[in-house]
């Protein structure tokens, strides 16, 4: 027989069908778990779950999300993540089956499988043995259609609810592409303004420029006055002193009026006394 090839990193819808399905029928014909099944109350609940961590395991494999895997597979977010992490039994026994086929270790159990499919088991055991283990897996291969079914219901539903996001997204995307439009005219706008601002700004600098040409002059203006009221002082001091000369000139010039005045009295006294000389002799 052929080696079975299983595709443990699935990429294409099919593949991860065909892990989903390899997975479940492996892990359900493994001892353990024909052992937990047996139980016909119980059986549905297990495969459910089992059907479940399958197809979560599998779309893991594929790199789909946690959010991915839930509305594929009508789950919660929540539910899907017990799997996954092995913290829910059905999610143990799945991972453990991936391991073991990674392994090699589960190729004579999937070549049983598909004898069962092929009613070639009679080959390998009893007859009556293989009449309970064909109508056992029978029963389970029914069971797991009625799942299987389920899961495509509600990879359909989900798949509605996916369209219906989607045109959610549309309608978001066309206001948001309005309110693009309007920030992108408000931006034009705002870059008017600020070029408006910069020319503003770049004539406040040569103000700014201007007035600080301006501020120097007047502090040379302000040094030039303090200059001049100090010649002022010095002004007013030469002034006032050559006001004291005028003073003391004109007081000389009297006194010399005066002494002219005195001088001339005793020329006139001298005259005299030369004509009174003169009489005499």
């Known amino acids: 027989m052929a080696e079975i090839e299983i595709p443990l990193n699935p990429i294409t819808r099919s593949e991860i069908h065909q892990l989903e399905s390899i997975l479940l029928f492996a892990t359900l014909f493994r001892p353990e778990v024909i052992e937990l099944i047996k139980d016909p109350a119980e059986r549905l609940t297990w495969v459910d779950s089992l059907a479940v961590a399958a197809g979560a395991i599998a779309r893991e494999k594929a790199r789909m999300t946690v959010s991915e895997i839930a509305r594929e597979l009508g789950r919660t977010e929540q539910t899907i993540r017990k799997h996954l992490k092995g913290e829910s039994k059905a999610g143990q026994l799945v991972r453990e089956t991936y391991e073991l086929i990674k392994q090699g270790k589960l190729n004579e159990l999937i070549k049983t499988i598909e004898m069962i499919e092929k009613g ?22 029914q069971e797991y259609e009625e799942v299987k079914a389920k899961v495509e219901a509600a990879e359909l539903e989900s798949l509605e609810k996916a369209k ?20 992108e005219k408000e931006l034009k706008e705002s870059k008017v303004k600020l070029m408006e601002y910069e020319a503003k700004a770049k004539r406040v600098d040569e103000v700014e420029s201007k007035l600080k040409e301006y501020e120097e002059k007047i502090k040379n203006v302000e040094e030039l006055e303090r200059k001049v009221t100090e010649l002022e002082g010095k002004v007013k001091e030469k002034e006032k002193a050559v006001e004291e000369l005028e003073k003391e000139k004109e007081a000389l010039e009297n006194k010399i009026k005066e002494l002219e005045d005195q001088i001339g009295r005793l020329k006139d006294g001298i005259r005299k006394a030369k004509e009174i000389l003169e009489e005499l002799l």
């Open 120 to 141: 070639g088991l009679k080959e390998v055991v009893a007859k009556e043995e293989y009449e309970r283990l064909l109508q056992e897996y029978e029963k389970l291969k």
């Open 164 to 183: 219906k996001e989607i045109e959610e997204l549309k309608s978001k995307i066309e206001k948001l592409e309005e309110e693009k439009k309007e920030l």
